[in-house]
């Protein structure tokens, strides 16, 4: 996926990721935030017994605000989760093989279940749910950084990205139609 090692023999030294490398994981997890926060509204929103669902200036707000918030959230993400992922895919025993998008996913999925026990122990978050959430967002950027392996998209990331986050959230309004149902008075 393009990372270098730092000074030694090959495959010795500190695992590093290139820029270019770090910019299409930011796009590709900038990409999937959308989707995901809609997601949770709606599932937030299925849960309300009493049909106050509420929320529309909020949701106002986090439109105008998204060209801003998003791009942050994306670089955030793939800080933290996706290439140190990377960096744990790539010190796995060279006797080890497989494809490397196989080892960069149970990476990001390993990384994810530590964070939710993290999560569980500390603040007392339910642990399915987290580790659910925590792995489930790490699977979209590895896939599709294994996906631009080779591929010069430099140019032009960000705009793919960015259509790719409205189609990501379209399909998620329409798949969270089944689930938010009419109003029933109780």
């Known amino acids: 996926m393009g990372w270098g090692t730092g000074h030694g023999p090959a495959g010795r030294g500190r695992p590093t990721w290139s820029s270019e490398e770090w910019s299409r994981a930011a796009a590709l997890c900038a990409a999937q935030f959308p989707a995901v926060g809609l997601w949770a509204f709606i599932l937030a929103s299925s849960a309300d017994d009493y049909g106050a669902y509420g929320g529309a200036l909020g949701i106002a ?70 580790a659910a959430w925590l792995t489930g967002i790490g699977v979209l950027p590895v896939l599709g950084l294994a996906y631009l392996r080779g591929r010069r998209w430099e140019r032009g990331i960000w705009r793919r990205s960015a259509g790719a986050c409205v189609v990501l959230a379209v399909l998620t309004g329409l798949a969270g139609l089944a689930l938010i149902d009419d109003y029933t008075p109780p």
């Open 61 to 130: 707000c986090l439109l105008v605000t998204a060209p801003v918030v998003v791009p942050c959230l994306g670089l955030v993400h793939a800080t933290l989760h996706i290439m140190p992922t990377a960096v744990l895919a790539r010190l796995r025993p060279p006797h080890w093989r497989g494809p490397e998008w196989i080892w960069h996913l149970a990476a990001s999925v390993s990384l994810g279940a530590g964070a939710a026990v993290a999560a569980r122990t500390w603040w007392g978050a339910p642990l399915a749910d987290t």
